[in-house]
């Protein structure tokens, strides 16, 4: 097939869609009028009108029980870490869809497109699309993969309107959750099936972007609540750095379901998803994506002070391109946790877990090149064990120690001690500090590796070791008025045993790779929020990095430090929230982002807008405009670099993306 044809097939998709989304819009028209009658006052479930979506007050939002930081509820302004806690009505409010581009809401984190698919997240350094010392959860179900120690951001994919909330932590976590929260935890923790009752549709598209969704909740007698969607998009093409069709256009469509059953002193949870998709490529056959997962939680209450907790889930993956290979990754995962009050002083935690990965990656690229995992198929085992105490010292005064013991599949177990001072200053100021250790685990790709073209071996594996932190946080955080709220913190980073290529002893090939760089991070993240009036809230946050990496004496150095990442070295966003009419509101996201140095990006501003009313109970109509500032720009890379695992170059298009919303 030729160029020209296959971009006229590909631009056929786009149309289908429309003409699926036209299909569904008429049908919600005579939807909403034979239920325009039930949309009355008394109408319940999850009202997702604009008069709804009204920013929490400040002294409710530092009031937000969060439980990343230490595994137990406590109050957001009572956290020793420096957490971003992103709201459901924030994330609503923006009109952002897709995960990633949810997470550029948290000030603490560097969120980067490379293509239409693939996006580099992180927090504090390391970035790019295989980033690996950031650990993403999803109601408590690891997201990460083997395959690179990171987060395959195409797969993950919530109804923005089923999160409760999103607590984002820039940071070590190795405490309380093992390897590779070494930067940073992100925990995505959805609603319960009883604050999603009755229906929702929603049908939308633009010139990048179509997507529809369906879902329905309610009750199966007095104890039991559910829920299901299903959810289907498709996002077209971007632009390469010379304006030509990047062919990373992909779509994808998901379902899925949860129930909750709550006897007496119980929550019982089963929820899962199901999801198949297919991604342009720009130079071999579409890949194709699918996979799903099923996730049973016990929380037990034993009394108030003390609970049980026991989660199992499973977890399969594939991706697969046809003639050249494909990946298959099915996971097994068992974690158990009590937290109990041991006299009037401390508040003790504890608990552990085992994991089971079992990954299959025979890929040929060609009939002479040779490009895969050796072992191709490899089950790695891991296990844990961990304990953290909080100690009150005085009324103002904690101290919280622990550690953890984790067994990875390819190295020795090691302990992964935290120390943490919280002081509250006063009722609306609290002072911490931290020093913690934290360790990335090496992945099949730092280990298995094997590139083979005819006789010369250009990849092997390595005894690749532990990459290490030791890092020391300090941080503030204040309410200084009714109206308004800060956040500040800073950090020391000092890592050692970071990955590095190597060339082979005597000839240079093979090459593998090793632990031959060290080097030490500094920075600041600050975030803040004022309330101008009933109507109007100011946000505003940003970031500064300084990294300091080198090669250690006797490294090859191949690829330069570029390996180790790509990071702007500041950010900062300024967000406005206006509540205007009745039903009327209007979200403005103003950012800039620094400068990329290997694979080069400039920095760039850019501004997103949100605007939605509801026309009625039952109907809201929204337009939500990305990237208005420039036709497009580069967000990661415009040249190749060892870091880089899929295309580099792409531009982000500006896009406008219309929606509407029927309520059931």
Not at 105 to 124: E, K, M, W
Not at 608 to 636: D, I, K, Q, Y
């Amino acid at each position: 097939m030729t160029l020209s044809r296959a971009t006229d097939c590909h631009r056929d998709e786009p149309r289908k869609v429309a003409r699926g989304i036209v299909t569904v819009a008429i049908f919600l028209c005579f939807f909403i009028v034979a239920h325009r009658s039930s949309a009355g006052p008394g109408a319940q479930g999850d009202n997702l009108s604009t008069s709804s979506l009204k920013t929490l007050s400040i002294e409710d939002l530092l009031n937000l029980e969060v439980t990343s930081v230490s595994k137990r509820g406590e109050p957001l302004s009572d956290a020793a870490a420096a957490v971003f806690v992103i709201t459901r009505e924030e994330i609503l409010n923006s009109g952002a869809r897709s995960l990633p581009d949810i997470l550029r809401l948290a000030p603490n984190l560097q969120v980067a497109q490379i293509t239409s698919n693939s996006f580099a997240v992180t927090a504090r350094g390391f970035n790019g699309p295989a980033a690996s010392k950031l650990l993403v959860l999803i109601d408590g179900r690891s997201v990460y993969t083997p395959y690179h120690s990171g987060v395959s951001w195409d797969i993950q994919d919530v109804l923005p309107e089923d999160i409760e909330r999103i607590e984002v932590i820039s940071g070590p976590g190795a405490t309380l959750w093992g390897a590779n929260a070494v930067n940073g935890v992100i925990n995505i923790i959805t609603r319960k099936a009883g604050d999603t009752r009755n229906g929702s549709l929603r049908v939308g598209g633009g010139n990048l972007e179509q997507r529809g969704s369906v879902q329905y909740g309610g009750q199966a007698g007095s104890a039991v609540d559910y829920r299901a969607y299903v959810d289907s998009f498709h996002y077209g093409d971007d632009l390469t750095a010379t304006g030509m069709n990047a062919r990373d256009a992909w779509q994808k469509s998901q379902g899925g379901f949860r129930v909750d059953w709550m006897p007496t002193g119980d929550l019982v949870t089963l929820q899962g998803d199901f999801y198949s998709g297919s991604e342009d490529q720009r130079v071999t056959a579409d890949e194709a994506i699918s996979g799903h997962n099923l996730l049973t939680r016990w929380n037990h209450a034993f009394s108030q002070t003390s609970s049980l907790q026991v989660q199992a889930y499973y977890d399969y993956t594939k991706f697969s391109i046809p003639g050249v290979g494909f990946d298959e990754l099915n996971s097994y995962d068992l974690d158990v946790q009590h937290a109990f009050t041991w006299g009037s002083r401390q508040s003790i935690v504890w608990g552990g877990g085992a994991r089971t990965e079992d990954d299959n990656f025979p890929t040929i690229l060609s009939s002479t090149q040779l490009l895969t995992f050796s072992p191709r198929r490899r089950t790695l085992d891991y296990s844990n064990a961990f304990l953290q105490d909080t100690i009150a010292l005085s009324r103002t005064l904690n101290l919280i120690v622990g550690t953890k013991y984790e067994h990875d599949a390819y190295t020795r177990g090691e302990p992964l001690p935290n120390l943490r001072f919280s002081w509250k200053v006063s009722d609306s100021n609290l002072l911490w500090a931290s020093a913690s250790r934290a360790v990335r685990a090496p992945s099949r790709l730092d280990r298995d590796l094997f590139e083979v073209s005819g006789p010369v071996v250009y990849i092997r594996g390595g005894d690749f070791q532990d990459e290490r932190l030791t890092a020391y946080e300090l941080g503030y955080r204040s309410q200084p008025s009714s109206k308004s709220s800060v956040s500040i913190s800073t950090f020391y980073n000092v890592y050692s045993d970071l990955r590095s290529a190597e060339y082979s002893p005597g000839p240079a090939l093979p090459a593998f790779f090793a632990n031959g760089m060290s080097g030490n991070t500094y920075g600041l993240e600050a975030w803040g929020n004022y309330q101008v009036s009933e109507w109007w809230r100011m946000s505003a946050g940003g970031n500064w990095l300084h990294e300091n990496l080198h090669f250690n004496p006797g490294s090859s150095g191949i690829g330069g430090i570029a390996l180790a990442g790509d990071d702007p070295s500041y950010q900062i966003a300024l967000r406005s929230t206006m509540n205007f009419a009745r039903d009327g509101l209007l979200y403005l996201d103003l950012h800039h982002i620094g400068a990329l140095p290997s694979p080069a990006s400039p920095g760039y501003t850019e501004l997103n807008a949100h605007v939605s009313w509801a026309v009625s109970r039952a109907v809201t109509l929204a337009l939500t405009g990305s990237n208005l500032l420039h036709p497009h720009h580069l967000e990661f890379g415009t040249t190749a670099a060892p870091l880089q695992l899929g295309s580099t170059g792409v531009e982000s298009g500006r896009s406008i993306f219309l929606e509407a919303q029927s309520r059931f």
